[in-house]
């Protein structure tokens, strides 16, 4: 009889124990991680590629989870990248992911308000203005990502990307094949807005 007691008690305080445990989120990569949370309460919530936020569709994720990219969801009128010989700063070649802003700004400032990139970093919508023309990668990446999901709604033709080849030609993605090109910066192409959160 004592040992059931025991063992009565024993459970009781275990459950008085555990229940005093605060419930949330324990995943770190999570959007509300809980850092108080002791137990899983099974309400982690993350990003995914093709949400609607932010005035526009994820595109891209980094490794933390918790920023990325994101397009608009409309392509601004066809225009030239920029005037023919307007820039041969070689910060601009790079094509990485996190380069668009940069070089945009780099591009707005020497070809003025006609270029892509200026009409890109002056486009105010939904309540975001801090728009601007994607890098070559972060293009491809857009084309690829949304196109997987048949969510990119780009035109099957080319969209300039703020990375410079040479000093006379831009860097563009073909939407239809995801592969890159470069006209003369005059050229008039397709341009899609991105921002970061």
Same mark, same amino acid.
């Given at each position: 009889?004592?040992?059931?007691?025991?063992?009565?008690?024993? /459970?009781?305080?275990?459950?008085?124990?555990? =229940?005093?445990?605060?419930?949330?989120?324990?995943?770190?990569?999570?959007?509300?991680?809980?850092?108080?949370?002791?137990?899983?309460?099974?309400?982690?919530?993350? *990003?995914?590629?093709?949400?609607? *936020?932010q005035g526009g569709k994820i595109f891209y994720i980094d490794r933390s989870k918790k920023s990325g990219l /994101?397009?608009?969801? $409309?392509?601004?009128?066809?225009?030239?990248?920029?005037?023919?010989?307007?820039?041969?700063?070689?910060?601009?070649?790079?094509?990485?992911?996190?380069?668009?802003?940069?070089?945009?700004?780099?591009?707005?400032?020497?070809?003025?308000?006609?270029?892509?990139?200026?009409?890109? &970093?002056?486009?105010?919508?939904?309540?975001?203005?801090?728009?601007? %023309?994607?890098?070559?990668?972060?293009?491809?990446?857009?084309?690829?990502?949304?196109?997987?999901?048949?969510?990119?709604? %780009?035109?099957?033709?080319?969209?300039? =990307?703020? =990375?410079?080849?040479?000093?006379?030609?831009?860097? &563009?993605?073909?939407?239809?094949?995801? =592969?890159?090109? $470069? $006209?003369?910066?005059?050229?008039?192409?397709?341009?899609?807005?991105?921002?970061?959160?």
């Amino acid at each position: 009889m004592k040992l059931v007691r025991f063992f009565l008690l024993f /459970i009781i305080s275990l459950s008085i124990t555990t =229940s005093c445990k605060k419930g949330g989120c324990t995943d770190y990569y999570a959007l509300n991680y809980d850092s108080e949370a002791k137990v899983d309460d099974y309400t982690c919530y993350y *990003y995914w590629i093709g949400q609607n *936020y932010q005035g526009g569709k994820i595109f891209y994720i980094d490794r933390s989870k918790k920023s990325g990219l /994101i397009t608009a969801e $409309f392509d601004l009128p066809n225009t030239r990248w920029g005037t023919h010989d307007s820039l041969t700063d070689e910060g601009i070649n790079l094509t990485d992911v996190g380069r668009g802003l940069a070089n945009s700004l780099i591009i707005a400032q020497a070809s003025g308000d006609n270029s892509a990139a200026a009409k890109c &970093l002056a486009l105010d919508t939904l309540g975001y203005d801090d728009w601007y %023309l994607p890098s070559l990668e972060e293009m491809r990446g857009l084309s690829e990502n949304l196109g997987r999901l048949g969510q990119s709604n %780009l035109t099957p033709g080319y969209y300039w =990307s703020s =990375s410079q080849f040479s000093s006379t030609v831009a860097y &563009l993605i073909m939407n239809a094949n995801r =592969s890159p090109a $470069f $006209f003369a910066k005059g050229s008039i192409f397709a341009v899609r807005p991105i921002r970061s959160f």
